[in-house]
């Protein structure tokens, strides 16, 4: 696994080892070890800002995941498999709602960013897709934290 992490904020501690422990689980049980990803954590202005001009929504989100295997250029490398990135702003307020832990919180929305890379949705499809995803993010979830917290 090749894993890039990129704490592009300031307002919440990032702990780089325990991620990069997280990812590396989550890889291996979607057999992606070989895989490489970058992940980079910034705060609601610049996730507004990308979502903005990404996904044309003028809001803050959670995640927005860049997969680099689709499109015209796909097979260039098929080890990369995308970027995500992680609102930490927003991961906070989620956990609180969620009752979860920061860490938690982050390591769920790292599972839902690499699903998405994987071709996984839950936008714009049947329902049968959309709980394929939340299956896949629930036994991940578990599989990290030997619970159901989800």
Not at 54 to 78: A, D, M, W
Request: aromatic residues 6%.
């Amino acid at each position: 696994m090749k894993l890039q992490i990129d704490n592009n904020q300031n307002k919440i501690k990032i702990d780089k080892r325990k991620i990069r422990s997280a990812v590396s689980k989550i890889l291996k049980i979607l057999d992606c070890a070989e895989k490489e990803i970058s992940l980079s954590f910034v705060d609601d202005e610049k996730i507004k800002k990308l979502n903005k001009q990404y996904l044309g929504k003028n809001r803050p989100t959670n995640v927005i995941s860049f997969p680099l295997q689709e499109g015209e250029y796909s097979n260039i490398n098929p080890n990369i498999i995308g970027d995500i990135v992680i609102s930490t702003e927003t991961a906070q307020r989620d956990a609180l709602h969620g009752n979860l832990s920061l860490s938690q919180e982050i390591d769920f929305l790292i599972i839902h960013g690499i699903l998405h890379l994987l071709g996984y949705n839950h936008e714009n499809t049947t329902r049968k897709e959309t709980n394929k995803m939340r299956q896949k993010e629930k036994d991940l979830f578990t599989a990290l934290y030997g619970c159901d917290a989800i």
